[in-house]
């Protein structure tokens, strides 16, 4: 499991669609790519400018 933050509104509504979706995003920049599952997209509103707090999985687990 990867997170990162973020200040790109763009990237954020991006990875919170994907989420929706149940699709597999792969996020490039930062110096790394990040492929898998978005499992959580949070936005901390305490910040200026916004934020969002972005969590992936890499390899979802099988259910038994």
Known sequence: MQTFE????????????????????????WGMARHGLVRSVMEVKSSNPRRWIITVIAKPSVAA
């Open 6 to 29: 973020t200040t790109d509104p763009k990237v954020a509504r991006r990875c919170r669609f994907d989420q929706h979706r149940g699709q597999k995003n792969i996020l490039d920049g």
